[in-house]
């Protein structure tokens, strides 16, 4: 018997996520400079507040007893309302009809929003259109769920409308658009590549997978993952697909209070179409039944009272300065053939190498690079597997996020030092 033919096809489908070996190799050598992990920032962590606030929740009775109890799957009531009422100011939408707190579901962290998503539409074999490159740790869960996840060519505003059309087109010819579920599309300053979609851009995308609705034969949802939306330090925020979703039939939205309050709470949300909240909710009942209580009443409350609100513009002056450091870093320390764009908001630069460069794990470069003490993410791992190209290998997505500051001209000046010797 094969070690692993007890399993369940789900199981045997998994590969090790390559979230966790990068979080342990990071926690496991604390020496080391990690570019690599999604950690967000721990100086602006916001310590003190979240101490106010605890001892605020717990200091009446029934509150903290209610607070330290089972709630509903379907999240805090208040929760929900009040995170309805920030995705309506951010987008200037009025909630009514189409979006009400039903619509709302608050999730343990928001992947747990998208791996509910593609529970409930995929079954093995189905289809999901991902951004090439896409978070990576989302196709670890297309892995696990058998989806086909259909990469999509980026540009620097977002998804390439003309392949789009082409791979829609290609699907309708090959008989395979009725497995078509939805696209997932990362669209404000992107994990890996920094990049924001634009708001002509979303506009035409939604359109185009309506278009194909008739022959797949089921609507077709565009699921708009906005973890990082928050995390903007320069420029005009952009509208999010929602407010182009006339009916609100079509676009699941998704974002988290992790990134811009603190990850380690792990309350992320969902704002759902109406067809979908419910098969949502039935299966979130089978996971959990309900996210964490404490830490949703917490988000509550910092929300309510103004916390929330105050800590953003600390929190991304933190990230600001962090984004010019490495900037000023990759600047002075990166051969001539590295290339990167400035980012706006989020956590990372994605640097390109020429195309003959292998960054991958294993590779001389990456091991190079961890014996002088500096984990990156390579970027291969970002890239869905196709038969309509060869995996890229020759970029590598930094973080800025969650490298003490002092240590990031370091770790980029060492990793230069690296590049510089692998003679590309
Ligand atoms: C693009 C993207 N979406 C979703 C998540 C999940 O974040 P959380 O579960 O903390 O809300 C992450 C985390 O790194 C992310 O980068």
Known sequence: MNETDFLSSLARRSGDPAISWLMKMTLDRPAMFS???GFTDSETLPVAEVGELMAELLRSGADARAALQYGSTAGDPELRKLTLDYVCAQDGLAPGAALT??????TSGSQQLLYLVSEVLCDPGDIVLVEDPTYFVYLGICEALGI???????????IALDDLERTLQSLKDSGRIGRLKFAYLVTYFQNPTGRTTGFEKKREALAMLRSCEKAAGHPIFALEDAAYRDLRFDGPDTPSLKTLDT?????IYANTYTK???TGIKVGYGVLPRLLARPVLRTKGNHDFGTANLNQRLVALALKNGV?????PVLRAGYRRRRDLMNAALQQHMPKFVSWQEVRGGLYYWAELPERADTSRGSPIFVNALDHGVLYVPGDLCFAETPARPKPRNCMRLSFGGTPSHQIEEGVRRLGGVLKNARL
């Not at 707190?101 to 608050?106: G, L, M």
């Open 35 to 37: 570019l690599a992990a």
């Open 101 to 106: 707190p039903d619509e709302v579901v608050i």
């Open 148 to 158: 086909d996840a259909t990469p999509v060519r980026m540009e620097n505003d977002g």
């Open 247 to 251: 009916d609100g039939e079509r676009v």
């Open 260 to 262: 811009p309050f603190a």
């Open 308 to 312: 929330y609100a105050r800590h953003l």
